[in-house]
């Protein structure tokens, strides 16, 4: 693997983890619903991850994932609802991160 695309991977690791630490344990998605902070921040980590996948899907089509096209759809969309940020974390979060995870540490 080359190390633009070992970047590219570390940067969707990088911005999953700030998700998680953000939301915190014990998040209840009704609760957050009116916090904008925490929903501009969400936004803002998953199109850093569409930007990614994007240059990966460009440089090199072996590596793939699940969760590449829900998430390059929401990044093109001008909708940001807050139902859709929560639809994908809670769909497709956890594949991405496994599947980066194997990525990386992938020889």
Known sequence: MKTYEEKCLFEI??????????????FVFEEEDTNVLL????????????RALG??????????????????QFCHSQEDSWDRIWTL???HLPSLKKEVQQWLHHE
């Open 13 to 26: 690791e990088l911005s999953i983890h700030e998700i998680e630490s953000s939301l915190g344990t014990g």
């Open 89 to 91: 974390l809670k769909t």
């Open 55 to 72: 240059r990966l899907v460009e440089i090199n089509s072996v590596i793939t994932f699940t969760a590449t096209q829900s998430i390059l």
């Open 39 to 50: 929903q501009e921040t969400l936004e803002r980590e998953i199109r850093l991850i569409g």
